[in-house]
């Protein structure tokens, strides 16, 4: 990696200064960014582009070559491109194009992580350490058309384009466990590996009671001062419904950063979990006895791009939105089905959508209702009106979720469709049910004129096929812990 030109990431010949458009406030955070790393004694940084599953993947480089990388990126095997959640290379990447009409991606050669410099972090759990995220791009410049966090940045910028822009407020359950055993063995280490043995850290039931979060503070205490630390919006840490089973919540927060905060928050909890001796997981539903799901709330509201104001606050009588946040709300109805791959992308997610279980199971919305799959919260005036959407588990690619969200809204402000009714009891509603598994999903989004064109077909393609292997090894494997071994550690 020869370092070009003079200053961190401004050089006149490197990669990134010939094929990358940073924006102001980038280039003078790279500029910054070697001097940040020596006052925090960084040793090494980790470089990770956000794979098509919603995981962090790339290389640690000493922090000497910081400042070259910040000019011309860093190299990566392309096959990470291609795999589904057990790692196994999907497509032939030794055939000509890979099966992709890419001749990028032939032969298993490099593409060029590009760290964006206003994603650095200081690992607190990991003293020397430190985190930059990246955007993906083929050698010859072109950026990679399957990087799903530079998908949802260009939807974010059709978004402003139309005038708005996209606020989050987040909620992600998730399990943490005493890690028994690894599971180290040699015959555990297979592809998937046998996932750890575990117990939980508490009994479950009493919901959000005193006892059972002071059982819980002592890890929960810990992992709120990690995410703190790290800069993120961290509201509130909570004992939820099942045994060992939490609750996280974000403040809001405008455009990327939203779904840049769930892919750092999951992967600080897991590590720093793992260097504490526990293992924490963001599978929807593990393969354990006394087991509650886990989901992850959306949500989400438009601002005016012009004053800041929320789109959404309704001034109309007794409309709980206005109407464009009905509008908004009519079209996440109306893609719902097509696009639910995108909030709930594992065979064990669909398990989670059960009548009667605080879970939604059919396209409805309703007014503060926890049983709908829209919960639309708010009053006329109220400045903080919003939807929340229940339908994502939290392993989903939050790239994806929230992609499919603003295309899916969009269209309803742009057809000026109309919601139906609120419904009271939603479990009970005469319309259509979510796909009841992930082979219904996989058909309705390939029968998706409405996401081929937003997303473009060659995405849609390539993310249907993994999809499908991984559907494939599911039905063809005789074993019955299938999901504990795919999901469990991964997520």
Partial sequence: MKSEGNASGVGRTGFVARHVAWSDEQRSAAAELPRRAQELNVRTVRLCFVDQHGVLRGKSIAVELLDSVLQNGCSLTSTLLLKDTAHRTVYPVWQKGAGLDSAELTGAGDFVMVPDPGTFKALPWAPGGAWVLADCYFQSGVPVPFSTRQLCQRVLADLRASGYRYLTGLELEFHVFKLLDPRLEPASCGQPSDPPQVRMLAHGYQYLTD?????????????????????????????????????????????????????????????????????????????????????????????????????????EGKEMLSACGRRFLAGLLAHAREGCVFATPTINGYKRYRPYSLAPNKVVWGRDNRGAMLRVVGAPGDPTSHIENRIGEPAANPYLYFASQVVAGLDGIARELEPPAAADAPYHADTHTLPSS?????????????????????????????????????LSEEVTDWEQREYFELF
């Fill in 211 to 315: 006892n059972r979060f002071d059982e819980l503070e002592p890890v929960l205490d810990q992992l709120r001062d990690t995410l703190l630390r790290l800069g993120l919006p961290v509201r509130t840490m909570e004992a939820e419904m099942g045994p060992s089973q939490c609750e996280l919540t974000f403040g809001t927060v405008e455009g990327l950063a939203g779904a840049d905060n769930v892919v750092l928050a999951r992967s600080a909890i897991k590590q720093s979990c793992r260097r504490l001796g526990l293992q924490a997981t963001f599978m929807c539903r593990p393969a354990l006895p006394n087991i509650a799901s886990s989901g992850w709330h959306l949500h989400q509201s438009l601002l005016d791009a012009k004053t800041g104001t929320n789109a959404f606050a309704s001034r």
């Fill in 438 to 474: 992930l082979v219904e999903a996989i058909g309705e989004l390939r029968a998706s004129a409405f996401f081929r064109e937003r997303f473009g077909a060659d995405f849609v393609d390539y993310l249907l096929t993994l999809k499908e292997f991984e559907l494939h090894r599911f």
